[in-house]
């Protein structure tokens, strides 16, 4: 049975709360099968609090800093959406490893379990940080105009290998 | 004119294949979309007349730009078309503006999108009452959403106004509603009567193995060659729609065979919520052959493949056997290098043709290897009356290896875990 080792990536929490766009990655190192997941590596997650919804760069470079920890390499799965749909052959020009789309059963139950350990890693650092998970939708422009002038200073928040 | 409740009528039509690509999209996969959109017409012995694209951002009036809308209805003029498809799902009015230029033109034909297309094949292949009635209720749930916008397009010209006598159609809507409600229940009873055969199957020891995959793959001449059946099959898409159940022994032990309605790229989720059932029996079936057109570029198998992965992921649990089909037509060399390009793709590979009849013979060992293990006990029945009718129910339920007879038969029985279980009972009623 042929095996292969790779790297599924899931983003959660790219919506809006009261502290801003709370998100976290979660990289899986896996050995899968066409149709199943066999041995799962290494995990590990890494939250991002950004004063602004994500934007492509930005995502990339949450991807990069996420998977940089894993040790055990391979091709990067991630899902179409988290790439804003962006063409298979354009977004592998904007990263500096391997990376495609889900295409077998077995990567896709790789991303799935990626996106229950985001999902799950976020709810709990959220308990854990206190930050409100209310959306506040009358403070939405003016958080925007704050948003506009503040800038580039988003926080990371390091929440390692859970 | 309603664009949607025109029935097809006839045998051979002049049909213009329309195709909007966005401009950075990629042009080898707009290539091979085109090639299947083409195909998809073959299916009901449509001629193409005309392909005709334009690579642009969508037009909200005319989904073209309104350039290339006036140039279709040209042509459709110039070359008799009684038809314009276009690759694109069609909004109502996009398909009443495009109409009302083709009229303008003085073309006299019906415009329609490719969902519209797939749902004219699957209205002339439906035979059973049950398929009659899962295509209706695809095409109910496409015009729904439309439904309000096309009686105001039929009214424009004859608004009933204020204060007037005249009545709006309101209840074409409601009565699109109430005829899928009715539709619906009609077909959840057919559903349950489905479930429990395939339960019966299952507690009588049948291990059931479904055909699976994209359409045109060889669905059909593979379950032929496996039952040695006569089902049609064709060099067309959609040849199977209703599925069709045929026993197989492989190695003493009884299998039933399903073969089933092929996958294709984008099919629209009113289809598949139409055809659950019918997708159903392959989920819940033990095993699936997923069937590939091997012959194919690499490219196009991959989109295939995972097309038909993406299909199965999220419901299936059985084993998968991926039969790589037409492999005749290429030598080892070339198979193993497309093999190893797609790898990750490909599950417990077998290369076959189920025309010449390659690869069988590995493919039927394979199911066995992957069919559960049986369980295996001595029994003794009674050499009497009693003894011979409970004989003829372990034949019925089981693998019966040679009989010793004296007083009692003696022989090997082997069987799956549930029957095992129910053969004391009958061993007990014999005595």
């Not at chain 2, 916008?149 to 009933?160: G, Q, Y």
């Not at chain 2, 069988?360 to 049986?374: F, G, K, M, Q, Y």
Request: aromatic content about 8%; hydrophobic content about 40%.
């Amino acid at each position: 049975m042929v095996m292969f080792t790779v790297i599924a990536v899931d983003i959660s929490g790219r919506h809006r709360i009261d502290a801003g766009y709370y998100m976290v990655c979660a990289a899986v190192s896996l050995e899968i099968t066409p149709t199943s997941i066999e041995k799962i590596n290494e995990i590990n997650t890494d939250a991002f609090l950004l004063n602004r919804s994500a934007e492509l760069h930005d995502i990339v470079r949450i991807i990069e800093t996420t998977v940089t920890k894993i040790k055990k390499k391979g091709p990067l799965i991630v899902e179409c959406g988290d790439l804003f749909n962006l063409d298979e052959n354009l977004s592998k020009t904007m990263f500096t490893q391997e990376i495609r789309y889900q295409e077998s059963i077995g990567e896709r139950k790789a991303i799935e379990l990626a996106h229950y350990v985001s999902l799950s890693t976020r709810k709990l650092l959220l308990k854990e940080t206190g930050l409100d998970i209310r959306i506040h939708e009358n403070d939405e422009d003016e958080n925007d105009e704050k948003d506009e002038s503040g800038d580039e200073n988003d926080n990371e928040n390091g929440a390692d290998n859970t | 004119m309603n664009p949607y409740q025109e029935p097809v009528t006839d045998a051979s039509r002049n049909v213009i294949l329309v195709m909007r690509t966005d401009p950075d999209s990629n042009a080898e996969d707009n290539e091979r979309k085109l090639q299947e959109f083409s195909e998809l017409t073959k299916a009901l012995n449509d001629r193409v007349v005309d392909v005709i694209t334009q690579e642009r951002y969508s037009d909200r009036k005319y989904n073209v730009g309104s350039g290339k809308a006036k140039e279709i209805a040209i042509a459709a003029r110039d070359k008799k078309a009684s038809c314009v498809i276009f690759y694109d799902p069609l909004s109502t009015s996009q398909i009443y503006n495009v109409s009302k230029l083709c009229n303008e033109a003085g073309a006299n034909c019906r415009v329609m999108d490719r969902f519209q297309l797939i749902l004219d094949i699957f209205a002339e292949r439906a035979t059973t009452h049950r398929s009659k009635l899962q295509v209706e209720l695809a095409r109910l749930r496409y015009e729904l959403p439309n439904a309000r916008m096309l009686v105001s397009l039929s009214k424009k010209e004859e608004r009933a106004g204020w204060g007037g006598l005249g009545d709006y159609e309101d209840s074409y809507e409601q009565d699109i509603k109430k005829r899928i409600a009715r539709i619906n229940a009609e077909l959840k009873k057919a559903d349950l009567e489905e479930e429990a055969r395939r339960v019966y199957r299952h507690k009588n020891g049948f291990f059931i193995v479904s055909l699976a995959g994209y359409t045109n793959a060889g669905k059909s001449t593979l379950f032929n060659t496996l039952v040695d059946e006569q089902t049609e099959s064709k060099d067309m898409f959609f040849t199977t729609l209703i599925p069709k159940t045929r026993a197989l022994v492989i190695n003493k032990r009884k299998i039933l065979l399903t073969d089933t309605v092929g996958f294709i790229e984008d099919l629209p989720h009113f289809l598949i919520d139409a055809f659950r059932s019918t997708l159903e029996g392959i989920y819940f079936s033990d095993m699936i052959l997923l069937v590939v057109d091997f012959s194919e570029p690499v490219e196009h198998i991959r989109k295939k493949l995972m097309i038909s992965h993406e299909t199965l992921w999220e419901k299936s649990t059985s084993n998968i056997i991926t039969v790589l089909n037409k492999s005749e037509t290429m030598k080892p060399a070339e198979r193993k290098k497309k093999l190893q390009e797609l790898a990750h793709l490909i599950y417990n590979p077998i290369f076959i043709s189920a025309k010449t009849g390659m690869g069988i013979s590995d493919l039927t060992s394979e199911i066995n290897r992957n069919l559960p293990v049986l369980l295996t006990k001595t029994i003794s029945l009674p050499n009497d009356e009693r003894g011979a009718a409970a004989l003829s129910w372990f034949y019925d339920n089981g693998v019966v290896e040679e009989i010793l007879y004296g007083k009692y038969m003696t022989f090997e029985f082997s069987a799956a875990e549930e029957i095992m279980a129910r053969a004391d009972d009958i061993v007990l009623k014999a005595q």
